[in-house]
């Protein structure tokens, strides 16, 4: 049964540290995806990737975030250092590039205290 | 850049017929999926539109108008299981950019 695995599913952190999470996407897929979500904000495009090139990282706060794919089966965001208003649920997904449907990741829970 | 609109709120009675409408903005469109989103649950996927028309996946049917930019799900026969958020999600080129997502009560 395939399907996008992230860790870690919750993380409580305090302000000012590293935070890292990770995906795995589904074999296959060449697209990957991270989005935050937040009541306020709905679901937000952070940065995706097509065969693990990055293609537009624009929706992140450059100075603290960083999306890397160091291979296809691995997807990381970074956050160094943490605030508080990063708390929200973080998720990744992945498909296929000609393919409308994106298969998410169970997604993570952040909360910087 | 891209936008979506879709109303915040929606809500219906058990056994009724609802429409979530989606307006958008964006260049270079391919096409406008529909997810169902559960508290606290992921984003799933229920629908893709990327030619004008209707498109009928059980009790839920997508349509899009391209020349209207404009898209709807349609949900019969509502359940109480129905009740979540629906977002409508526009792609273009690689990128996907989702509404804000609306909220469906169901009633019984």
């Known amino acids: 049964d395939a399907r996008v695995t992230q860790t870690p599913r919750h993380k409580v952190t305090e302000m000012g540290q590293e935070v890292t999470m990770r995906c795995q996407p589904i074999?296959?897929?060449?697209?990957v995806f991270w989005y935050r979500q937040t009541m306020m904000q709905g679901l937000e495009l952070l940065a995706y990737?097509?065969?693990?090139?990055?293609?537009?990282d624009s929706g992140m706060p450059k100075d603290r975030f960083s999306a890397e794919m160091p291979d296809a089966t691995l997807a990381t965001l970074k956050i160094q250092p943490s605030e508080p208003r990063d708390s929200a649920v973080y998720f990744c997904a992945s498909g296929l590039a000609r393919i409308g449907e994106l298969f998410f990741g169970e997604g993570s829970r952040l909360t910087v205290l | 850049g891209q936008s979506l609109e879709q109303p915040s709120e929606v809500t219906a009675v058990e056994g009724a017929i609802v429409q979530i409408n989606c307006t958008y903005q964006t260049s270079g469109f391919y096409g406008l999926s529909w997810y169902q989103q559960h508290d606290g649950g992921a984003p799933t996927f229920l629908s893709y539109n990327a030619l004008d028309g209707l498109e009928e996946t059980g009790r839920f049917s997508s349509f899009l108008s391209r020349s209207d930019s404009y898209g709807y799900l349609l949900l019969q026969e509502l359940q109480m299981k129905d009740s979540a958020s629906y977002f409508c999600a526009v792609r273009g080129g690689f990128k996907t950019i989702f509404g804000a997502g609306t909220r469906l009560f169901v009633k019984a």
């Open positions: 990737f097509r065969n693990r090139a990055p293609l537009d």
């Open positions: 074999l296959g897929h060449n697209t």
